[in-house]
């Protein structure tokens, strides 16, 4: 709904369905609210910025394996664990990307050499979110630095893939970090897609 009257504002230049618009984004702020319990200006902020034609956010995520033990990083935010990765900024590529998170949440250094998967966030269990996200998940290589902690991120770390911690379910799923491992073992297999 929210969606629709942020397409609907892009392009009407009538004034009467510009109010229209609004007051239906009005009213999904005010349902988001009611649904999460806060009031409807913290909701209404959830997409505050989001202007033009509403389109999925893209988020990357990066597989780096040492053996059989995959790099995580504990988020701030939640205090659990996830593949470093995060929005894809304007002008950079998806790879570039990854490689920046990777670096700025880890202290690693590491080199994209496959995407592995892309992924439609609402199709797998992840918690609900107010924005609709396509995550592209690649598998990299560690070319150096050392483990560094970030504003975003209190610990970094190397763990069986067989045996991961407490995940960020937010942002990865166990399967999907297993399905990684696996593009990373074998990296014929096609990227997989919804």
């Not at 900024?89 to 892309?118: F, H």
Request: net charge negative.
């Amino acid at each position: 709904m929210r969606a629709l009257a942020q397409n609907g504002l892009t392009f009407t230049r009538d004034p009467f369905d510009r109010e229209r618009y609004q007051e239906l984004q009005r009213l999904a702020a005010e349902l988001l609210a009611g649904e999460l319990k806060i009031p409807p200006e913290r909701a209404e902020a959830l997409w505050s910025g989001e202007e033009g034609y509403a389109t999925p956010k893209v988020d990357v995520r990066g597989g780096v394996f040492s053996g059989d033990r995959v790099l995580l990083v504990r988020e701030r935010a939640d205090g659990k664990w996830t593949l470093p990765g995060g929005w894809v900024d304007v002008n950079d590529s998806p790879a570039a990307a990854v490689e920046r998170e990777i670096r700025e949440e880890s202290g690693y250094e590491a080199r994209a050499v496959k995407l592995a998967a892309l992924i439609d966030r609402r199709r797998h269990p992840h918690p609900p979110s107010v924005h609709h996200i396509y995550k592209l998940m690649f598998v990299c290589e560690l070319t150096g630095g050392q483990a560094t902690t970030s504003s975003e991120t209190d610990a970094v770390g190397f763990f069986p893939v067989a045996a991961l911690p407490a995940l960020s379910t937010g942002r990865v799923l166990a399967p999907q970090i297993v399905r990684l491992y696996e593009h990373h073992r074998h990296r014929d297999l096609p990227a997989e897609f919804d």
